[in-house]
């Protein structure tokens, strides 16, 4: 549905590059990353928000040209998009839930059922006739997200939809997020810093540091502590692995989930001395057959999925039970946050 | 010291009283300061918008010069107007010196760069995420440009407030304009200047005292005002 290639944006000595970058329809993808890394520049990109320096945004395959201002509006609408922090306007709680339609060109009976509806649906119908004053900010926040949940749209961009909400609010949040994911088949792209109630929606994670963004596989991610054991080098461990190094530019705070590629990992017979920092023994568990490859999960600890060729599999003649060792770098374990 | 004392009864009785030429005097200072406030705000808030929406060469030439003239002494104006208005002057045939239209136009021109000025400040400080949040929620030029006014609409009318303000409380320019004539061109202001040299502090007093009561009036009803609909706390 979206494709970025190579969508470059610099200012004030911050650079983001979204390599390429690919969204499907009708999936949820959660960007993670710290503060200032980039996550909000590169949703405005996404969301045809902010025009990038160079690189192509494209949408069903059409490049999206900025010049054009009627078809960037078209596109521009078939997107719900929330800034983070964006502005609730003078106006009543229903009013600017009301406004996404209103300038859509809604009937106003239409727009009173509607917006009546999400704001039961986030349970704030109560609030509808007042004025901002005396809102709570988690009040607040979920009047800014009636105002694009209600918007009919096929792809929802929210930048931190969750901040500021209580418990209750994050539940509601994901709720209806599933549901119009599941019903409507709506794509949907969000930054957030509440991991479990993120997570529970079991995006796809596309990580961004620093101004570089990477997709992060949803296979072999763990969660444990990690341990500073030289410049730039860290040791995690969990109850089942007892030691995976990675590196990372960032300074990691003792609990932390990581993923590893399994298209980085080798798998050896032996325990042979390489390169690569990690040597794990484990147990092929299961072998299954995918387009163009094999997938093997291997017990060491916890079950990871590697992928080889079937050349390799018939080398060494792998077969259920068989040990292994699995090896990769440092740098092919992802940190996702 | 008893003068004192004595002008502040003085004042009471004259506010509690319905004396004719005491209320005619409030009455025309609010009157005109009503009118002058208006036109400047007829001319100096679009103006201002389109300072600030339209990029052209001079314009922040032209924000400076009106920032400027912000501070511009009353008797200023009142004079350069005087030259214009007075019979030898460029518009003498008109007979407009000494007239209450003559005030107007010259109070309008003291408060049009306050007006100016204070609203393009006001516009600048509604940021980005005026236009930006109504873009990402669909909106298109024209509507963005909606949104702004709509979101400006109490920072203008504080700016109003505030020129309404300087204009209710200036003196030089009705003084030397509107010559300060009875029933007719005497405002509070210039009542007060005449009555204090002539040791008349009560009426002094009690017009000193109407003026600031209109002003607290004005600023309390507008605060009450702007507060229903001030955003999120």
């Known amino acids: 549905m979206f494709r970025l290639e190579n969508a470059q944006i610099s200012f004030s000595g911050f650079s983001l590059n979204s390599g390429l970058l690919e969204f499907e329809k009708g999936r949820i993808y959660c960007l993670t990353g710290p503060n200032g890394s980039g996550k909000s520049t590169l949703l405005k990109i996404i969301g045809l928000q902010l025009q990038p320096d160079s690189g192509s945004v494209s949408i069903e395959g059409r490049a999206v040209d900025y010049g054009k201002s009627e078809e960037l509006l078209k596109n521009r609408r078939n997107i719900s998009y929330m800034l983070q922090d964006s502005r609730l306007f003078y106006a009543s709680v229903f009013d600017n839930a009301a406004y996404g339609l209103k300038i859509r060109g809604l009937g106003a009976a239409e727009i009173k059922e509607k917006v009546n509806k999400i704001l039961k649906m986030l349970e704030i119908g109560h609030l ?142 032996t325990n042979v001395h390489t390169s690569a920092r990690n040597c794990l023994p484990g147990t092929v568990k299961n072998i299954k057959e995918i387009p163009s490859a094999l997938q093997l999960t291997v017990t060491a600890g916890e079950d990871f999925t590697v992928l080889i060729t079937k050349n390799s599999l018939e080398e060494m003649s792998l077969k259920e039970n068989s040990p292994v060792y699995m090896l990769f770098k440092a740098t092919a374990v992802k940190v996702i946050n | 010291m008893d003068y004192i004392l004595e002008g502040i009864s003085e004042a009471f009785r004259l506010i509690l009283s319905s004396d004719s030429e005491f209320w005619n005097i409030v009455w025309l200072s609010v009157k005109l300061s009503i009118i002058s406030t208006l036109l400047a705000s007829v001319i100096g808030v679009p103006a201002a918008f389109f300072l600030v929406i339209k990029k052209f060469r001079g314009r922040e030439f032209l924000i400076t010069v009106s920032n400027t003239l912000m501070s511009i002494p009353t008797v200023v104006v009142g004079l350069l107007f005087y030259s214009i208005l007075s019979r030898r002057g460029p518009a003498g045939d008109l007979a407009l010196l000494f007239t209450q239209t003559a005030v107007v136009i010259g109070q309008t021109f003291l408060i049009l760069p306050v007006v100016v000025s204070l609203t393009v400040s006001t516009i600048r400080s509604l940021d980005k995420s005026v236009s930006e949040t109504s873009v990402s929620l669909g909106a298109n030029k024209t509507q963005q440009l909606l949104m702004f006014f709509s979101e400006a609409r109490f920072g203008v009318a504080a700016c109003l407030i505030t020129a309404f303000s300087r204009v209710f409380a200036e003196v030089g320019v009705s003084m030397m304009l509107g010559g300060n004539i009875r029933n007719y061109t005497r405002t509070i202001t210039t009542a007060i200047a005449l009555e204090t040299s002539k040791g008349e502090f009560g009426l002094s007093i009690a017009l000193g005292i109407v003026l600031l009561a209109v002003a607290f009036t004005i600023n309390f009803f507008f605060l009450k005002f702007t507060k229903l609909y001030r955003t999120v706390d």
């Open chain 1, 128 to 269: 509808a006739s007042r004025s901002l004053k005396g809102l709570s900010g988690g009040e607040a926040q979920r009047v800014r997200l009636a105002r694009n949940l209600v918007i009919d749209a096929p792809v929802y961009i929210l930048d931190e939809p969750s901040a500021g909400l209580d418990t209750r609010g994050r539940e509601l949040l994901a709720e209806i997020l599933s549901s119009y994911n599941k019903e409507k088949g709506a794509t949907i792209i969000f930054t957030s810093h509440h991991k479990e109630e993120a997570y529970r929606l079991s995006p796809e994670i596309i990580s961004v540091i620093d101004g570089k963004v990477s997709p992060i596989p949803r296979e072999n991610v763990f969660t444990g502590s990690a341990e500073k054991t030289g410049e730039k080098l860290y040791r995690f461990r969990n109850e089942n692995i007892s030691s995976i190094y990675f590196s990372s530019d960032h300074a990691i705070k003792d609990k932390v989930s990581i993923a590893i590629d399994p298209e980085e990992v080798i798998l050896s017979l």
